[in-house]
């Protein structure tokens, strides 16, 4: 199994923790914003979209930028407080729906709306081989419903491990996705799957599992800033079986840590992206989401 | 079974299938029988009957497993122990794993009670096929309209389980009411007079030949089948199996004096046979209470252990609590028999609301290491 590799680099801009790598706004320029990262509606006042205008227009100046062009890590101080105008769609499959748990925890402490559209067994969008195939228009049916009655400014979707297609289906099926997210007022934010024990099951779908973080990150380089790609090896590694990916017994999923240290990673991600400032773990990590079930099926305690 | 859930033999889950269709050849056979001799089905002393025969072991084992669990098990083990108890008491408990997925998360080694699907399953047939039969198996052409109905319905069946074959999550096929039922449907077309008219029209000694070869070949199939990932196996491949244990089945019934017959009839099947019911509801919940950790030991040396501690169960299942309501408890019939079951629900729901629900997922979170670099 290989996970994301860096596609972007000479694009890149670190995080805190140097391990983080936007491939958004790959052609834009490097001092000035080409986009509001927040599209206006008119219920929102409209300083607040200046202000999270040009937070996040700082950050993707960054983002763009090559070494010594002023990136930008941390958000606008003002932007915080307009954090509860935000709202976040997840998208993907089960191991989505692990980490969603803390992920909702971890921005509703952070005031950012939430809401879980993962899918267990399922979640893909890509319109690939006959089995994803008929996965992906059932996640197809409910997201277009969902994304006209939830209204979300991001819509985040990890990389399932159903994506299974051709290189040229999977970006399609990418680019697809942008557009519905364009369509409905939302930045899309692609993030590549965790390392997971390729077993028989998936054994035959290993090429599409290798080539769909490389189309994803080909839409997130041609999309400029309206869709970002983020390489989630930073936090778990490329090994699935290395303590690093935190996977739970079965290889695939993650526990309760795991799952912590994920929510942790990208709502400050996002928070960087997005101009909010990340609830600390303190106030989230071990709420009543850590006893679901859903991490005692998966053998975790 | 036994082997198949220590790990040792791949295609042993068909044991499950091999019982459907025992058990629709058995109570079809018996309905069919009454309805012969009546003119009707007296459908509350049938529904007696099942209940004295199932309910008893199946109270004792699910109450004394609560009890274990909440005493030596995991803190998830005795909280989906206590989440699925209604279900299994309801006799519904396959639709409630159907909807938790158990497959897709290869969940069922988390659930004490993962085992009693196939119990709903039988309970659902039980409830449902008198009624059938009563309605379609009298008068001269009866057990020929039983006869298509069931096999109808096993058509029907198939054509659900070929439908709702998904490969990403099997619990679906696996453990629905409708998907399996055309294993007990064909059982219950091998007890009906057409099909057993058509086996006895079989040469004596072509029928033991056929007994051996589906024997032989229903035992190849459990040691070379893949598992519940083996391609075909839901698109016509279990329903062949049950096929062949059916006709398997009546061709014993109507020539039980070959090889086969002799064999399968002989001391130790007939031993494990009357075993059975209690050894199947024992076993999982035996598996699960004691892991290699617990024991001190894994492998084969557990393997046996397992199925000796099981074996155990079920013998003092069938002596203590099985054989006595059966055959010699007067009060377990009629309307003390009703009493008394109306009593054992409510002293098992007692147990069951006063085990206190275990707190998953404490300190499970360590919120420094979240916050290392």
Known sequence: MTAAVPLCDERMTAGPGGDFRWCAGAMQNETKPRRTLIRPRQRRPAAAVAALTMAAGAVLAGCGGSAGTGVRSEPAPSASAHAKDKKVLWLGDSIAGVEALPLGAALKASGVGFRNDSSDGGGTIVEGDKMSLPIARSTWKRLRKDLASYRPDVLAYQITTYDWGTPQQQRASYEKLAKAAGNAGADLVIVSAPPFKVDDFYKKHAADIESAPKAAAKVADADGAKVAFADASALWGTDAGAAKAQRSADGIHSCQQGSAAFAKWFTERLGKRYGFAPAPPDEWATGPWVSNQRYAKLGCK | MLLFHAGYLRGGFLGVDL?????????????????????????????????????????????????????????????????????AAAQAVNWHFIAEQVGYWNASDTRLFSHLWSIAVEWQFYLAWPLVVLAAGRGRRGEHRVAGLAVVGAVASLALMIMFDNAVDTTRVYEGTDTRAFSLLLGAAAATRPVRARLARVPRQAGHVLCAVLACGLV??????????????????????????????????????????????????????????????????????????????????????????????????????EDPVRFRARWATGRRGLAVLAATAVVAAGVWVAIPQPRLGAGTVDVHRLMEP
């Open chain 2, 220 to 321: 190849a199939s459990w040691a070379l089948t893949d598992g519940q990932h083996a391609p075909g196996l839901f698109e016509g491949g279990m329903f062949l199996h049950s096929l062949a244990a059916a006709v398997l089945i009546a061709a014993l019934a109507a020539a039980p004096d070959g090889h086969a017959g002799r064999v399968l009839g002989s001391v130790v099947p007939r031993g494990l046979g009357e075993l059975s019911y209690g050894l199947y509801l024992w076993h999982w919940p035996v598996y699960l209470l004691l892991p290699p950790d617990v024991l001190g030991f894994g492998g084969l040396p557990r393997t046996a252990v397992l199925i000796a501690v099981s074996l155990a169960a079920a013998a003092l299942s069938k002596r203590l609590v």
């Open chain 2, 19 to 87: 019982f459907f269709v025992l058990s629709g050849f058995l109570i079809t056979g018996l309905l069919l029988s009454e309805t012969g001799r009546a003119g009707r089905i007296d459908l509350a002393a049938f529904w007696a009957r099942r209940a004295r025969r199932l309910l008893p072991a199946l109270v004792v084992m699910g109450v004394a497993t609560l009890l274990l669990a909440w005493a030596f098990g995991s803190p998830s083990l005795l909280a989906f122990a206590l989440d699925d108890a209604p279900w």
